[in-house]
């Protein structure tokens, strides 16, 4: 083999690896990012598969062009009024952190009190079925405010929100209202807020919080498997 031979070989088989490597990035970057419990979104940078991007090392590539980066699915932008709602939940949530001062405590069963409490930090105005006096006494409050089921005829009653199944799990989304029917009888007997969506593959996973078990990320599906067998979830979509 010739001087000018070998200099071809070993220029071809450099392009092979350069190519190779650039393939490999790409679809590393273009893969699902990591679920986190912290629910911010996620950015990455790719490199157009079109384009190699220029390396010293052919047998790592990296791409230098953020203007380039194929385009990554992010998470749904919070806006203000989730984030306001989600930082009042995680902020009272706990026996020993209940806003009680202001708007009392429903006994053993506190957890409308609380999902109302949720949707005030949210942006929600009382009216004269949905309210409650602030005095620290929950039992001045209006059946819409206190019961669950009566929450949930007020919020059919006036379109605040869309009635969802536990099947259109794909539709909700954190800040939405959870509700629950232990018995299968048709009234509501528990009402959260949900704090996590996550989605892996074809399974979504939701967590709630809420008071009267008090919690900050409970599981929709322990809920309705171990600690209420054969109960029904239901939401509502806040828009």
Same mark, same amino acid.
């Given at each position: 083999?010739?001087?000018?031979?070998?200099?071809?070989?070993?220029?071809?088989?450099?392009?092979?690896?350069?190519?190779?490597?650039?393939?490999?990035?790409?679809?590393?970057?273009?893969?699902?990012?990591?679920?986190?419990?912290?629910?911010?979104?996620?950015?990455?940078?790719?490199?157009?598969?079109?384009?190699?991007?220029?390396?010293?090392?052919?047998?790592?590539?990296?791409?230098?062009?953020?203007?380039?980066?194929?385009?990554?699915?992010?998470?749904?932008?919070?806006?203000?009024?989730?984030?306001?709602?989600?930082?009042?939940?995680?902020?009272?949530?706990?026996?020993?952190?209940?806003?009680?001062?202001?708007?009392?405590?429903?006994?053993?069963?506190?957890?409308?009190?609380?999902?109302?409490?949720?949707?005030?930090?949210?942006?929600?105005?009382?009216?004269?079925?949905?309210?409650?006096?602030?005095?620290?006494?929950?039992?001045?409050?209006?059946?819409?405010?206190?019961?669950?089921?009566?929450?949930?005829?007020?919020?059919?009653?006036?379109?605040?929100?869309?009635?969802?199944?536990?099947?259109?799990?794909?539709?909700?989304?954190?800040?939405?209202?959870?509700?629950?029917?232990?018995?299968?009888?048709?009234?509501?007997? /528990?009402?959260?807020?949900?704090?996590?969506?996550?989605?892996?593959?074809?399974?979504?996973?939701?967590?709630?919080?809420? /008071?009267?078990?008090?919690?900050?990320?409970?599981?929709?599906?322990?809920?309705?498997?171990?600690? /209420?067998?054969?109960?029904?979830?239901?939401?509502?979509?806040?828009?």
């Amino acid at each position: 083999m010739t001087r000018w031979q070998r200099l071809g070989l070993t220029t071809a088989v450099g392009a092979v690896l350069a190519v190779g490597a650039t393939a490999l990035v790409v679809q590393a970057l273009e893969g699902p990012a990591e679920s986190t419990n912290t629910g911010q979104p996620k950015t990455a940078l790719a490199t157009d598969a079109a384009t190699p991007a220029k390396t010293d090392d052919p047998a790592r590539v990296t791409p230098t062009d953020p203007a380039a980066a194929a385009p990554v699915e992010a998470a749904p932008v919070v806006s203000a009024a989730v984030t306001a709602q989600m930082d009042y939940l995680l902020a009272h949530w706990q026996l020993e952190n209940y806003n009680s001062a202001e708007w009392g405590v429903l006994g053993e069963n506190d957890c409308v009190n609380f999902a109302s409490q949720a949707m005030i930090a949210r942006g929600w105005t009382m009216d004269g079925v949905w309210s409650s006096p602030k005095n620290g006494n929950a039992y001045d409050a209006s059946a819409a405010w206190r019961s669950s089921t009566a929450f949930m005829n007020y919020i059919a009653s006036t379109g605040k929100a869309t009635a969802l199944t536990d099947q259109q799990r794909d539709q909700v989304k954190v800040g939405d209202i959870a509700q629950f029917d232990w018995d299968n009888t048709g009234d509501r007997d /528990h009402t959260g807020i949900v704090t996590k969506v996550e989605k892996v593959g074809d399974t979504i996973a939701i967590s709630f919080a809420g /008071h009267t078990l008090d919690s900050d990320y409970r599981s929709v599906d322990t809920a309705i498997t171990v600690d /209420h067998p054969g109960a029904t979830a239901y939401y509502w979509s806040v828009p």
